[in-house]
């Protein structure tokens, strides 16, 4: 029988409300994970990244559309439910390891502390512990409090805090956005040593441009939207001694760049094509033996395209304007209140 996959989204939708405003995150965004698959997501800051891990992770909720986790069909489920989707099936790590870390404790009481509270600190889940110490590289330092670590070593022990409730997926938010080029590739080798030791699925979101040579799949988001895949056609990694990082063999990888349509059959064509080919809101596509030509329209409609235009600049103007309004009637309420206080205590 075929593997199943263990994330599935479907047509996800999000929209915020933000100071008045509609702010859509994801349009009809679609995303598969199998088991045991290291997917990177990258796109520009605002694109819908970090939204569709907070979908995936049980920490927010589509406008519409549906996720479906392993066994969990996360958009049906209660709050509680979620709690406990999320203590039992998934690992967070994010940007910041002070957000997994408590600062006064070691290494290795940081990630005794989940088990402590749970009262689950056995003599199983302590060689757990050493375990994932191990794959982390970490036992020397393992009884050194967070002010003697690296940024490195920090995201490491975090690692481990992620991982102490034996999940089957690992979401990691940018884990190198605050290391340098060495410490990010010494995180992605981990990374993917966790992932074959422990089987796990891990999905990561970076701008890292270096970390197609780790994972098994890029996926580029754009506007809300996947847009492309990249995958790597040869997958081969010797490891040798990894510990500084330096002594790693990846063989040369064979990429191709797809794109991906969407459940309403919608194709991003990126924007330097239609650019170069003079592609403007119309196309003429033909179907041709086993290909699909797309050709721009000569004397596309020039009158419409401006009248769209002054439409998308006045409705960027106003929203400008609602921003503004709202934050300076906030400013005045603020400054009134202070002004009060203080008229208040002189008398």
Same mark, same amino acid.
């Given at each position: ?57 049980? /920490? #927010?909720?589509?406008? %519409? ?18 709690? #406990? ?12 390891? %002070? ?10 009481? +940081? ?9 689950? /600190? ?24 967070? %002010? ?33 080029? +060495? ?23 970076s701008h890292d441009i ?5 994972? #098994? ?15 790597? $056609? ?9 510990? #500084?990082?330096? %002594?790693?063999?990846? $063989? ?35 179907l041709v033996d086993d ?31 609602? $921003?503004?309004?709202?934050l300076e009637r906030i ?17």
């Amino acid at each position: 029988m075929d593997q199943q996959p263990i994330i599935i989204c479907d047509n996800l939708v999000k929209i915020y409300q933000l100071l008045g405003l509609e702010i859509v995150a994801l349009q009809g965004l679609d995303f598969v994970a199998m088991p045991g698959e290291f997917v990177a997501i990258v796109g520009a800051s605002g694109s819908g990244k970090s939204t569709l891990m907070s979908m995936i992770g049980g /920490l #927010d909720r589509p406008t %519409s559309g549906w996720v479906h986790v392993a066994d969990y069909e996360l958009t049906k489920m209660s709050e509680k439910e979620l709690n #406990d989707y999320r203590q039992r099936e998934i690992g967070f790590i994010w940007q910041h390891a %002070s957000r997994n870390l408590l600062p006064y404790l070691t290494a290795r009481e +940081n990630i005794q502390l989940p088990l402590l509270i749970k009262g689950a /600190l056995n003599a199983e889940n302590q060689a757990y512990i050493e375990q994932l110490l191990d794959l982390v590289e970490m036992k020397e330092r393992a009884d050194h409090r967070l %002010s003697e670590l690296s940024g490195g070593e920090q995201q490491r022990v975090a690692l481990c805090v992620a991982l102490i409730n034996r999940p089957q997926i690992l979401l990691a938010d940018e884990p190198t956005g605050e290391l340098d080029s +060495n410490l990010a590739q010494q995180m992605f080798t981990t990374l993917r040593r966790l992932q074959r030791e422990l089987n796990l699925t891990i999905v990561v979101v970076s701008h890292d441009i270096e970390i197609a040579r780790f994972v #098994d799949r890029v996926m580029t988001i754009r506007d809300g939207r996947v847009a492309t895949e990249t995958l790597k $056609q040869k997958n081969e990694v010797a490891d040798g001694d990894e510990g #500084d990082g330096q %002594s790693e063999h990846e $063989q040369e990888g064979i990429y191709e760049e797809l794109g991906i349509f969407d459940s309403a059959g919608s194709i991003h064509i990126p924007d330097e094509f239609r650019e170069r080919l003079g592609i403007q809101r119309r196309a003429r596509i033909e179907l041709v033996d086993d290909a699909i030509i797309i050709r721009a329209v000569a004397n596309d409609d020039e009158t419409t395209l401006q009248t769209i235009q002054q439409i998308r600049d006045k409705k960027t103007e106003a929203s400008v304007k609602t $921003q503004d309004n709202v934050l300076e009637r906030i400013y005045q309420k603020v400054t009134t209140r202070l002004k009060n206080r203080k008229s208040i205590k002189g008398k």
